[in-house]
C-alpha cells in the first residue's frame, strides 16, 4: 500500500514538473518571439533611406515630364524611370512588413515553409529589379540626363549606340533567367549557395533563419530531457 502511495505521489509530481517545463518553455519562447521581431523590425529604416534616396530622383523626373511630355523619346524613358522609382520601393515594403507580420507562434516548421516561401518572392523581386534596371538605369538614365541637365539630345549625338544597347539589355534578360535556373538547379543543396542566396534576400531573412533554428533546438531539448527520464 506504501508503494501504490509513493507511486501515485511521484506521478503527481511529475505531472507538475512537466507542466512547469511547458509553461516555462512557453514563456520563454514568447519572450525570444518577441525580442526577434523587435530586431527584424528595425529594418524599417530601409523604407525611411529609400523614400531618401528616391525623392529627388522623383522630383527630377516629374520636372522632366513637365518640360518633355510631349516628346515622346524622351517622355517615354523618364516615364519608365518615374515607374522604376514608384514601384520597387512599394514592393520593397510589402515585402519586408509581410516577414515582420507573419505568424511566428505556429509549429516551427510550418513558419519555415512560410519563410522559404518569403524568401522565393523576395528573389524574384530581386531577379526582376536586376534584369529590369540594367535596361531602365542605362540608356534612358543617360538620355534624361544628358537632356535635362545639359541640353544634349544623344538620340543625334549617339545613334549607333542607343538602338543596339537596348536590343543588348533586352536579349541579356533570357539569357540571364536561363543561366540562373541552370545554377539553382545544380546549387540549391549547396551550402555556400544558400547562404548567398539569403544574402540577396535580406539580412531580416538570415536573422529570421537563425532564430527559427534557436527555436526548434530549444523546443527539442525539454521532450529529449523528458524522454530521457
Do not use: C
Request: without cysteine.
Amino acid at each position: 500500500m506504501d508503494l501504490d502511495l509513493l507511486k501515485a505521489e511521484w506521478q503527481a509530481r511529475d505531472q507538475r514538473l512537466e507542466q512547469a517545463v511547458r509553461m516555462n518553455t512557453q514563456m520563454l519562447r514568447l519572450s525570444l518571439l518577441e525580442q526577434h521581431r523587435r530586431e527584424i523590425a528595425k529594418w524599417g529604416w530601409v523604407d525611411k533611406y529609400e523614400i531618401i534616396a528616391g525623392t529627388p530622383v522623383f522630383i527630377y523626373l516629374i520636372w522632366f515630364l513637365g518640360h518633355y511630355a510631349g516628346v515622346w523619346q524622351f517622355a517615354l524613358p523618364a516615364f519608365a524611370m518615374l515607374a522604376w522609382t514608384i514601384a520597387l520601393p512599394i514592393l520593397n515594403h510589402r515585402l519586408r512588413h509581410a516577414l515582420q507580420d507573419m505568424d511566428f507562434g505556429q509549429p516551427v516548421t510550418e513558419v519555415q515553409k512560410q519563410l522559404a516561401v518569403h524568401k522565393a518572392r523576395r528573389l524574384n523581386l530581386f531577379k526582376w529589379a536586376f534584369l529590369l534596371g540594367q535596361i531602365v538605369w542605362f540608356i534612358p538614365f543617360l538620355l534624361v540626363f544628358f537632356k535635362g541637365v545639359f541640353g544634349v539630345d544623344l538620340y543625334l549625338k549617339t545613334e549607333n549606340f542607343i538602338g543596339p544597347s537596348l536590343i543588348g539589355g533586352v536579349l541579356f534578360i533570357p539569357l540571364a533567367i536561363g543561366i540562373s535556373k541552370l545554377l539553382s538547379g545544380r546549387l540549391q543543396h549547396s551550402a555556400r549557395f544558400q547562404a548567398f542566396t539569403d544574402m540577396l534576400a535580406g539580412k531580416d531573412i538570415i536573422q529570421t533563419r537563425q532564430f527559427l533554428a534557436r527555436i526548434a533546438q530549444f523546443e527539442e531539448t525539454p521532450d529529449e530531457a523528458r524522454s530521457g527520464n
